[in-house]
């Protein structure tokens, strides 16, 4: 069974900067993608970034380029999130995500490119990142 936790999450300051960590175990394979999704009170869940397992090549929502960077440590079965130059509209509950991406090129590319929740069927508890002065 594939668990997730994340963790890092808190109140920081406009400009401030807070890295995320999703800490994964139970993997069977190693063609997977793992996404961040944040979802704002009163707001749809959004994708965020995503890494996937095959070539580490990485994937972000347009709202987060040039500000975030999703990265891994395989030896932790770890993936980050670095979080720079946070503004108010970050502040969310930011959610790590998994599933199997195999060998097929358009699982990969609805589950990092498109970053479609419903794809998703691992999830962790989520953890809170407020930005406020």
């Known amino acids: 069974q594939l668990q997730l936790v994340e963790s890092g999450g808190g109140l920081v300051q406009p400009g401030g900067s807070l890295r995320l960590s999703c800490a994964a175990s139970?993997?069977?394979?190693?063609?997977?993608?793992i996404s961040w999704f944040r979802q704002a009170p009163g707001k749809e869940r959004e994708g965020v970034s995503c890494i996937s397992s095959s070539d580490g090549a990485t994937y972000y929502a347009d709202s987060v380029k040039g500000r975030f960077t999703i990265s891994r440590d395989n030896a932790k079965n770890t993936v980050y999130l670095q979080m720079n130059s946070l503004k108010p509209e970050d502040t969310a509950v930011y959610y790590c995500a998994a599933d199997l991406a195999g060998s097929e090129a358009d699982k990969l590319f609805r589950l990092c490119v498109l970053l479609i929740s419903d794809e998703y069927g691992y999830w962790g508890q989520g953890t809170q990142v407020t930005v406020s002065s």
């Open positions: 139970g993997f069977t394979s190693n063609y997977y993608a």
